[in-house]
Structures are given as C-alpha cells and as structure tokens.
C-alpha cells in the first residue's frame, strides 16, 4: 500500500532485470542521477514493473487483487507465499500495544488466509514479532491461536520458531517469530537455518564510508575496502565494488541534541556502559516523558559483534542509533542502517513521488528483516517444496 516502498521494489526489479540482460550500466546512470527515474523504468520491460501492485489489501480490494495476480501469473502455479501483517499490536512496547486496540489492522492476518485458501500454495512462511507469542485481544483471544487456527482450516500444517538472527553470522540482535506451513501434510519437520554467530565487529559493518557531520551527504562514490572490512561486508552480501554507493546521508540534529551524542558516545567508550536520561543535566532533559523509555539515546556499539534491532522508528529521529564515532557527532546514515539490515550496497530505497528524502529510505530499512535473513529462510525452505 506504500508508494516510496512499491518505487523500491520496481527499482529493484529493475536492477536484476538490468544485470540479467547486461546492462547494468543504465542502472549506474541512475544511481548517479543522470537519468530520472521515469527515464530510467522506460528502459525497463513493463511486466517486471507491472508485477509490484501498489494497493491496500482489504475487504474491497481483495478480488481485485486476485484478478491482478491471476492476469500476472497466467498458467502458473505459486509455490510459496511470504509475508507478515503489521506488527504494531502484538508489540511488547506497552504504548504500541495499547495505541493498537481495536484497530482493525490487528486482523490483517485474515487476509493473508484468503491468499492461501485462493492459491493454494504448497508452503508459506509468516514473519512477526515476538510479542505476538502473548498478544491477544481485549477478549483475552490470543492472535496465534487464530492465526494457528485459520491456517488449518485453509489445509495447513503449521510449526513456529523464535529466531534471533545474530545466531546466523547477521550482524543484529533481531528475534522474530518465523510459523512455517506445509498443505496436505499432517506433520513436518521444521527446517533448520544454518549459520555461525558473526565474527567481525559492527565497526567494519561501518568501515568503508566517507566520514560525514550532522546533515551530511556523499555524492554517490565507488567504494574500495580491504581486510575484515571486506571480509564482513562480503560475508554479509553487503559488498558490490561494482556499482556506486548512493544514499550515505544523514539528518541534520540540533545543538541540545548534538551535546547529548557526545555523553553518550563518550559513556561507551570510556566505561562501556549506556547513558540513562534522567542522568542528563536538566538543561539538556527537553522530552516532557521523562519516566520511560530512559534509554531513548543509543550508540551503536561498533566494537560488538552485533547491533541492537534496527526498527521504523529510526525514520523519525536517529537518537537510537548513534554513530560510534565521536568526530562524527551524528546519527547512522541511510547506507550505514541498509548495512545493518544487510542490504547490498547497490540497493536503492525510493521515496514517494510527493515526498522526497531520508524518511522513507529509513522507514523501510527499519521494517524490514535483514537481508540475510531472509536468504536463510529461502534456503532452508527449499526441502519443503520438492
């Protein structure tokens, strides 16, 4: 439902389609803002654009959809179906669980069930948050057992796991809820994701990038790293020494904000220990919450093996994830916060036609599961569908 998000994926496309067919170099032209980005999908054959669908799904658009999906996919069959509806109500953030009450979002997952019951598909995987274990409605109805339970009654044998994907060589502390169904079967074995704790440090997720202030932006640049650099960066599908490094910018932060940054960032540094705001001087305490949420400012700890959870709400202000680089004094760029969700390098994120910027690009990154991620769940998904 999401232009910037469906301008995303159609670049995406784009770019496979480009280097399938070896053109990758109209793709390079438009990173560097040579061609607009109606020039650059006019290059591009309309049924891969066409194939992202920006729509609401709901009671309305639903059969619509299906004829959409079914005109795309001709004779066809879909084998696999991915996806998770909004996560904000089975949040174990008190606030978002409470602001979700009775919305109606809360059953997003019923839809999902009409796209299994419609195709039929022979597995599906279903991504959320851990709160989702406990959720439940103002009845006491836990959203699982619904789920669970409308999943059977579509033909599926389901099984879930809570992965936190700093166990798969990703970078991040990030435990999600994967229910894996299989149709026609009474039980299964659920398929095991391989891969080791990573074993460089956050720093050299970082490494590589021109240094930026506050409100800074790199030019789009050819990018050249050696040593674990590399080595991390190439573990984590992030490196492509190919194609230039776009969207390295950063959002602008007032004095009181900046002053802050440096305590915290010094704190780590010099004690290894996180700031609390109520520690602050009273000058620099400008948030009228001041009872929770105290850990609201965060350095990204570079000298760790892993990052705490990148999520949306760096798209409203980058307080959570600050650079570990004292100089610096700033939050993580768009690029730096892709890296941390392991996205390539020549990954580009849109921005909708009306709004342009870094909102948007840092929306998307935090509602997203780390790329490697979802390789690792495609890849042990594979014995399921033979």
């Known amino acids: 439902m999401n232009e910037a998000a469906c301008f995303t994926l159609k670049t995406r496309m784009a770019y496979h389609w480009l280097k399938k067919n070896g053109k990758l ?85 019923r839809y999902y069930i009409e796209f299994l019951k419609h195709y039929k598909p022979k597995c599906f995987v279903f991504e959320n948050v851990v709160g989702l274990l406990s959720a439940a409605d103002k009845d006491g109805n836990k959203y699982l057992d619904m789920m669970i339970d409308g999943f059977k009654d579509a033909g599926y044998t389901t099984s879930y796991e809570t992965i936190n994907t700093k166990t798969l060589g990703i970078p991040q502390a990030r435990k999600r809820v994967i229910i894996i169904g299989v149709r026609g079967k009474k039980k299964f074995k659920y398929p095991k994701m391989r891969g080791r704790p990573f074993k460089y440090t956050v720093n050299e997720m970082l490494d590589g990038l021109p240094a ?14 050696s040593g674990d650099t590399k080595a991390a960066l190439k573990a984590t599908g992030v490196l492509d020494e190919a194609i230039p490094v776009t969207q390295h910018q950063v959002r602008p932060n007032n004095a009181n904000d900046l002053e802050i940054y440096k305590r915290v960032v010094e704190l780590w540094n010099k004690e290894h220990k996180r700031l609390s705001y109520d520690t602050l001087p009273a000058r620099l305490q400008t948030h009228t919450n001041r009872k929770t949420f105290k850990d609201r400012f965060k350095v990204v700890a570079s000298d760790e093996k892993v990052c705490h959870t990148v999520v949306a709400h760096i798209h409203k202000d980058g307080h959570y994830y600050i650079h570990p680089d004292i100089e610096q004094n700033r939050s993580i760029s768009v690029r730096e916060a892709a890296r941390l969700q392991t996205f390539p390098d020549n990954y580009y994120f849109e921005s909708s036609s009306k709004r342009p910027g870094r909102a948007a690009p840092y929306r ?19 014995g399921l569908l033979k």
Do not use: H, W
């Open 212 to 225: 930026l202030p506050a409100g800074g932006i790199a030019e789009p640049f050819d990018i050249k790293v």
């Open 25 to 109: 170099a109209d793709y390079c032209a438009y990173l560097r803002g040579e061609i607009s980005r109606d020039e650059f999908y006019k290059k591009i054959p309309s049924q891969i654009l066409d194939s992202v669908i920006n729509e609401e799904v709901g009671e309305k658009t639903l059969e619509s959809l299906f004829e959409k999906i079914d005109a795309a996919k001709g004779e066809e069959t879909i084998d696999l179906i991915v996806g998770g509806p909004p996560c904000q109500a089975y949040s174990l953030v008190g606030r978002a669980r409470k602001s979700m009450e009775g919305n109606p979002r809360n059953y997003l997952f």
């Open 364 to 382: 998307q990154i935090g509602n997203a599961v780390p790329v490697m991620f979802a390789k690792k769940i495609a890849e042990a998904m594979r």
